[in-house]
């Protein structure tokens, strides 16, 4: 039987990335991570950035 879905305490927009972050990446991988969105951020100038209605 299905039923509807129970949010956990950790669903969060933070928890998985902090976890990743903290316990999987190396240092290495942290530098070259940090490098691809600022690299890819970069290549996006001249266009305006704009939060979604309800965005916090």
Do not use: C
Not at 16 to 44: C, F, K
């Amino acid at each position: 039987m299905r039923s509807a879905y129970h949010k956990h305490a950790e669903d969060d927009d933070h928890s998985q990335p902090r976890a990743l972050w903290e316990n999987v990446l190396s240092d290495t991988d942290r530098a070259h991570l940090i490098s691809n969105i600022v690299g890819h951020a970069g290549a996006r100038s001249g266009h305006q950035v704009t939060r979604s209605p309800g965005h916090r």
